[in-house]
C-alpha cells in the first residue's frame, strides 16, 4: 500500500511539472530576452538596494560608530551619525522609545572606554568619513548622553584631539552631570536639552530633573558658549496644552536662546507599547493616538498634529526664534505639507549641520 502511495505522489509531481512548463511556454511567446537590452556583464554588476545597503553601510569600531539609515520612505528624516557608547537609561520615562529599542531593558549598560576612543581614532584618521565633511555625532540616540558624566568627560576630550567633527551630548540631566563641561571648555561639543511642559514631566518623566532644572543647566552652559539646542518632544495635547507650552517656550527663550528648536509629537512603536505595556508603566500617554498607522508607528490625529506644530511654530517665531531654526522631527511627508514646512530630502533635519 505504501509503494502504490509513493508512485502515485512521483506521477503527480511529474504530471505537475509537465503542466508548469508548458504554461512558462505559452507565456514566453512574444516576450524578448533580457539580453537584447543589457549584455550579462551589466546585469551581474547591478546591485539590488537591501544589498547595497546591506554590504556597503560603513561603521567603525564594530558598529560603535555608524550612521542611522532605517527611515521609512514615507518619513522625513534623513542619515545621521550616532555614537554608541551605551545603551538604556536610568530615568525611565514612560513614552521613551529606548524601551522598545532594548527590548524592555531600560539598565544602563556601557562600552569600554578604550574601544570608545579607539573607535573615534579610527574616523578621525579616516579621511573619507562622511565623504570628508564635517559631522556631528548624536551620543543620545540609545541612551542619555551624560548618565555616566566620567565616560562622556572623556569622549569630548578626544574630540577636543582634532577640529572637523563634533559631538552632539542630548539629554534630560540637570546641571550636576554637566560640571565636567564648565571645568574645561570644549569646543566640539554640541549640547542639546530634551525639556517638556511641566505637567507632562510630572506625569511620565518622574525619575528625570524637573523641566526647570533642565533649563537651569542649558542656560549655564549657553552663557559658557556652548552651542545649545532644545528638544520639546513629544508634545501632548494634554488639557490645556497650549497654556503649558506656551509657558515652557517663554520659560526657555527668557533664560537664553537655543540655537536650534526640535520639534515632536508622540510616537508609539509597536515595541515602545509592547514593553511598556509589559514593564507596568504607566501607559495613560497612549490613549491619544488615532487609528493612523505610520512607517514611525502610530500618531496623534493628521488635524490635531498639523495644529501643534503650527501653534508652537507662531509661538518660537513670536519670541523671536527665527523658523528656520525649527526642526520636526520624524514626521511625514503629508504632514510638513500641510503646514508649508520646508526640508531638505535625505538630511536629517535635528542633527545635521
Known amino acids: 500500500m505504501m509503494k502504490k502511495q509513493q508512485k502515485q505522489r512521483v506521477a503527480a509531481l511529474k504530471a505537475w511539472a509537465t503542466i508548469r512548463r508548458k504554461r512558462r511556454e505559452e507565456a514566453a511567446k512574444g516576450t524578448r ?5 543589457m549584455t550579462p556583464e551589466r546585469i551581474g554588476s547591478i546591485s539590488h538596494p537591501e544589498i547595497a545597503t546591506k554590504f556597503k553601510k560603513k561603521k567603525y569600531g564594530r558598529g560603535i560608530i555608524c550612521q542611522f539609515e532605517k527611515t521609512p520612505p514615507n518619513i522625513v528624516c534623513g542619515k545621521f551619525w550616532e555614537l554608541r557608547w551605551a545603551f538604556g537609561c536610568p530615568l525611565n520615562c514612560s513614552y521613551c522609545y ?10 544602563p549598560r556601557y562600552i569600554k572606554v578604550a574601544q570608545i576612543l579607539s573607535a573615534l581614532d579610527e574616523i578621525f584618521n579616516d579621511p573619507n ?9 548624536n551620543s543620545g540616540e540609545l541612551c542619555d548622553s551624560l548618565m555616566n558624566p566620567e565616560i562622556m568627560s572623556q569622549i569630548c576630550d578626544k574630540f577636543e584631539e582634532q577640529k572637523k567633527h563634533k559631538v552632539l551630548i542630548l539629554t534630560k540631566f540637570g546641571l550636576k552631570n554637566a560640571q565636567f563641561l564648565l571645568t574645561k571648555r570644549r569646543n566640539n561639543v554640541i549640547c542639546a536639552w ?7 514631566a510630572k506625569m511620565w518623566e518622574s525619575l528625570a530633573p524637573s523641566p526647570e532644572e533642565r533649563i537651569e543647566a542649558a542656560s549655564t552652559l549657553s552663557n559658557c558658549g556652548y552651542e545649545v539646542r532644545v528638544r520639546i518632544d513629544p508634545i501632548f495635547p494634554i488639557d490645556n496644552w497650549k497654556i503649558y507650552y506656551e ?24 515595541k515602545t507599547l509592547f514593553y ?5 508603566v504607566d501607559m495613560s500617554w497612549a490613549k491619544y493616538f488615532s487609528k493612523e498607522e505610520t512607517g514611525w508607528g502610530k500618531k496623534l490625529p493628521l488635524k490635531l498634529r498639523a495644529e501643534i ?43 545635521s549641520k
Open 247 to 270: 509657558d515652557l517656550v517663554y520659560h526657555i527663550f527668557f533664560s537664553f536662546e537655543p540655537k536650534r528648536i526640535i520639534l515632536g509629537t508622540p510616537r508609539g512603536l509597536w
Open 129 to 137: 568619513f562622511n565623504d570628508g565633511k564635517p559631522a556631528i555625532l
Open 98 to 107: 529606548l524601551r522598545g529599542t532594548n527590548r524592555g531593558n531600560m539598565r
Open 194 to 200: 530634551s525639556i517638556n511642559a511641566i505637567p507632562v
Open 276 to 280: 511598556g505595556r509589559k514593564a507596568g
Open 309 to 351: 506644530y503650527k501653534y508652537m511654530i507662531d509661538k518660537l517665531v513670536g519670541v523671536g526664534c527665527n523658523k528656520r531654526d525649527i526642526s520636526i522631527c520624524k514626521e511625514t511627508r503629508e504632514l510638513l505639507g500641510i503646514i508649508g514646512y520646508k526640508y531638505k530630502p535625505f538630511v536629517c533635519q535635528c542633527y
Open 33 to 37: 530576452l533580457l539580453e537584447d537590452f
